[in-house]
């Protein structure tokens, strides 16, 4: 994509120094087991995978926080954890200092349901296909039951429609008579319907053709700014995040390793991951400097390396990386997991 078609941000937009979202210690265990009797016969032992493994963000009030790694690292993952849909197996995620998982009354739990939305990667998969764009639109407003009167629902559907960039008489049209980036449109209009105030993005753009993704994330920053949202974008796009977050924490086989606001993993990456990714990414202003892609495979998640898991595709691996699982360390205002920037 050509990054230049991205607005660059605005000089005013600057996120409040409230924390609006804050995970913890998140992890998320998958069991892939086969069934007991199975087991027993094969005398297989349990297969896990820990998708998520102690991963702490916190998003404040009206910034993009981006989350990026490559396919497999856990951010969907993450994403659905966030929102509410996956239990996570330890730690805690909470929304403006109340947390997502918690037993709470069933009108708290709606309520919470209603600041927080999701944007998936694959609209047509998450629009209801047999529902005329109007009511796929007005469903969360009547769920939520914030506007009851039929004809008011209708003229707060048109105003969404056209808060999106679309005609208010699409409304009357089914999803499959619009292309990839209308549809994303839709679906960023149904999430805006329950005016929440946290927007998950988990790959917006991904799945659209290259011409029309710009144009999506440029809605998505419009927007930030009008209704004063919070996102977190997932990417694994180094140039959209770029162009989109304020603060990137990066991941890799569930650990977040780097974490730093956008200007400085852009200008001064610190982990080795984190600098092998940005060599890989064509567009990025390092004119000059050869491509390289991203060495080795990423290993299986059900049996991950010991000590870093990055250290088989390290270019600066050490003895103790294969052994010792590296702390968070802080260089500058980044946070780095790995073992070069150590204090001992
Ligand atoms: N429901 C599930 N059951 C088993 N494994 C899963 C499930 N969901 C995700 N995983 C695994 O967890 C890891 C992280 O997946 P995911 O969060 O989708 O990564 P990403 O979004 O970064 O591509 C992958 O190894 C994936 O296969
Ligand atoms: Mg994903």
Wanted: aromatic share 6%.
């Amino acid at each position: 994509m050509n990054v230049a078609e991205i607005k660059q941000p605005a000089s005013g937009t600057v996120p409040s120094q409230e924390t609006l979202v804050e995970a913890r210690d998140l992890r998320r265990v998958f069991d892939l087991s086969r069934p007991w009797l199975n087991r027993l016969i094969e005398r297989e032992g349990r297969v896990t995978l820990t998708a998520v493994d102690g991963v702490d963000f916190s998003i404040r009030r009206g910034e993009t926080y981006a989350l990026v790694g490559e396919s497999g690292s856990g951010k969907s993952t993450i994403a659905r954890m966030v929102v509410g849909l996956l239990k996570p197996t330890a730690g805690s995620v909470s929304i403006a200092g109340t947390d997502v998982w918690a037993k709470a009354q069933a009108a708290e739990q709606r309520a919470m349901r209603r600041r927080i939305q999701m944007i998936f990667q694959d609209p047509f998969a998450s629009l209801n296909q047999r529902w005329r764009v109007q009511s796929i639109i007005a469903e969360p407003i009547k769920a939520f039951g914030l506007i009851t009167n039929p004809a008011d629902r209708a003229e707060r559907v048109a105003e969404l429609l056209s808060l999106v960039g679309l005609d208010p008489r699409d409304g009357q049209k089914f999803p499959h008579e619009f292309s990839g980036g209308q549809r994303q449109r839709i679906a960023i209009a149904r999430a805006l319907a329950s005016e929440p105030e946290f927007i998950v993005c988990d790959e917006p753009t991904s799945a659209l053709d290259v011409s029309v993704q710009a144009q999506v994330l440029n809605l998505l920053r419009d927007l930030q700014q009008r209704l004063g949202l919070t996102y977190l974008f997932i990417s694994h796009n180094l140039a959209v995040v770029r162009h989109m977050a304020s603060q990137v924490g990066v991941l890799y086989l569930g650990r977040l390793v780097e974490e730093a606001s956008a200007q400085e993993l852009f200008s001064e990456p610190k982990h080795p991951y984190t600098r092998m990714l940005l060599d890989a990414v064509p567009d990025i202003a390092m004119e000059g400097i050869e491509r390289r892609s991203i060495a080795g495979e990423i290993p299986n998640p059900i049996t991950p390396p010991p000590g870093c898991h990055f250290h088989p595709r390290c270019p600066r691996v050490m003895a103790h990386c294969k052994t010792v699982i590296p702390p968070v360390e802080h260089a500058g205002n980044t946070s780095v997991r790995c073992l070069l920037y150590g204090s001992t």
